[in-house]
């Protein structure tokens, strides 16, 4: 197979850059993530971009991840903390960064339920709102009005009267030659050759500013001794529509806001440990068969924040049309109210979400059975919704939410014209997979948002492991690419953070607080799905989506 490589030499023999975890720790080798966005930087910084570039990183992007030619004997330099002024002194004082940034949370979370209500008309309220939104977003009369900057927070703005921030550079030695090849194996259009190696020509740094390169096309690279797909250390890599990632953050921290690098960890190894084979597949304990229910047109207002709620309800409607005694297969508890350590059926609300144009509402809720499930469970499932469907006659299902309003709906006999109704939609073989709504970690990691950045660091490796620990609970390997977030990480996924907090009880009444995390997993061959993970799996959370052969970020 043809295959081509993407060659940086160090001008000055080292590597300067931090660890994205670990500030006092060096990275090498570089990642991909890092060539990539510095690629997209240098791109962005023409006075016109270029329509061809911006192609080819597109196409660059949605590539498997590259192996690596890299000296694995690089030297790193002793770190010691330097204390820096700080660049950007705010010249707006924090209680009024603090203030602004609670009334512009409260009118985007009116706005959204206003859009929610009016099934996205733009109304004279929500216009009204947006209104409001962009005056609290407004701090220009705050840096422009004489008068209005407090003199100490003026006197800071001079380098004598700032603050000073300890700040670490660790750096690598590189043995001549001072070069790192990335390696894809897939031929090179010829249309991106040019386009590619101009760009290559104006890449200056990566890493710190004193991090010089040139870099360059091959069409000729070397063997890679970093093979993607295996091994222990992990780096962060980069997946189709990456660059629509970058300018989406990009739009919300303009260079200024604390950011963070998307990406996708990737584990490398120096030698591959998995033999890779297509033609076979592997399934999650909770592949099985659907019974749709889709919501009548009016009801379709229910964002996926409450899908718990929706599907709480459903399990105790269809429960309430069951004979006793409920087999536990059904019902998901031992006759002594333990959980039952087998397969058992589950309530999927369906959002619209991972495809383009999705809004993340709730079109239908499936009632999911497990292939392992007992013939007991099945035979009560079946009677119990068919006693509910004749106590309803001619009319809809409905579940009913007191004052949070009620849902109608009708059971699914045909092929929906919703594709997220589709039970294919969600049970075809893909090999990366990732949440609609979070996963309920089955260990809680600790503060993902807060603390210190070591606890942060710490908190976000934990709540890594608890996902894969979810992987592995429902009967699959350890993944080969994982990455955790809080935000959504396709079109139409809710913040993990906005759904209501979620308790399991355990023993007499002690009840826990699961945290809500969002993951993208890819395995070493096609997973058969539907796929949900979690300790909300059976409620509506954990649910995973398809993704090979869709737009994979928003």
């Known amino acids: 197979m043809s295959s081509f490589g993407i060659e940086v030499n160090f001008l000055t023999g080292r590597y300067v850059a931090t660890c994205y975890n670990d500030r006092r720790m060096h990275e090498w080798p570089p990642h991909p993530a890092r060539l990539f966005s510095a690629l997209v930087a240098t791109w962005a910084d023409a006075d016109e971009p270029s329509q061809p570039e911006r192609e080819a990183l597109e196409w660059l992007a949605a590539l498997a991840p590259p192996g690596i030619d890299a000296n694995r004997e690089a030297a790193p330099r002793k770190v010691v903390s330097h204390f ?7 010249i707006i004082s924090r209680s009024l960064q603090e203030k602004r940034a609670k009334l512009i949370r409260g009118a985007k979370s009116r706005l959204h339920d206003e859009l929610v209500s009016s099934d996205g008309e733009v109304t004279r309220k929500a216009r009204s709102l947006q209104n409001k939104l962009a005056g609290h977003r407004d701090l220009e009369t705050q840096v422009t009005t004489v008068g209005t900057t407090p003199p100490k927070t003026a006197a800071e703005l001079f380098p004598d009267g700032r603050s000073k921030q300890e700040r670490f550079f660790p750096s690598v030695t590189l043995r001549p030659p001072p070069r790192v090849t990335y390696i894809w ?6 249309a991106m050759k040019d ?14 500013s004193s991090s010089l390169i040139s870099s360059r096309l091959t069409l000729e690279p070397p063997c890679a001794n970093w093979i993607p797909q295996c091994g222990e250390s992990s780096l962060r890599a980069v997946r189709a529509g990456q660059l629509a990632e970058l300018e989406r953050r990009f ?3 303009r260079g200024i806001s604390p950011r963070s690098l998307p990406h996708a960890t990737v584990r490398y ?5 998995v033999e890779q084979d297509s033609s076979t597949f592997q399934a999650a304990n909770t592949a099985g068969e659907w019974i749709v229910f889709e919501f009548a047109h009016d009801c379709r207002a229910f964002p996926a924040t409450r899908a718990v709620e929706v599907a709480t309800k459903m399990r105790a409607a269809v429960l309430s049309h069951a004979e006793d005694p409920i087999p536990e297969g059904l019902t998901g508890h031992r006759p002594d109210r333990a959980p039952t350590t087998e397969p058992h059926v589950a309530f999927l609300p369906l959002p619209f ?11 239908g809720v499936a009632v999911a059975v497990p292939a392992g499930t007992d013939v007991d469970s099945r035979r009560a499932l079946y009677r119990a919704i068919g006693r509910w469907e004749g106590a309803a006659g001619s009319r809809d299902f409905k579940l009913t939410f007191g004052r949070g309003g009620e849902i109608r709906m009708k059971r699914q006999r045909e092929r929906s014209a919703l594709v997220s109704l589709r039970p294919s939609s969600w049970s075809g073989r893909s090999r990366t997979w990732t949440s609609v709504t979070p996963i309920a970690l089955p260990k809680h990691p600790g503060r993902l948002s807060g603390g210190t950045h070591d606890s942060r660091v710490k908190a976000w490796r934990a709540a890594r492991a608890a ?5 592995r609970h429902v009967g699959l390997p350890d993944p080969t690419k994982s990455e955790v977030a809080l935000e959504g990480l396709v079109t139409g996924t809710i913040t993990a953070t906005r759904f209501p907090p979620f308790y399991q009880t355990h023993g007499d009444n002690n009840r826990l607080r699961r945290q809500l995390v969002h993951a993208s997993i890819t395995f070493d061959r096609p997973v058969q799905g539907p796929l949900m993970l979690g300790t909300g799996r059976f409620v509506g959370l954990g649910l995973m989506c398809p993704m090979d052969g869709r737009t994979p970020r928003r």
């Open 353 to 363: 979400a991972g495809y383009p144009h999705a809004n993340g509402r709730l079109l």
């Open 195 to 208: 386009v590619l190696d101009g760009l290559l020509g104006r890449l200056a740094r990566l890493g710190h």
């Open 84 to 90: 820096v002024p700080v660049n950007d002194t705010a």
């Open 467 to 471: 996902v894969v620990a979810a992987v």
């Open 251 to 253: 739009a919300q921290h």
């Open 269 to 273: 190894g120096d030698q591959a440990s």
């Open 185 to 190: 194996n897939e031929p090179l259009p010829d």
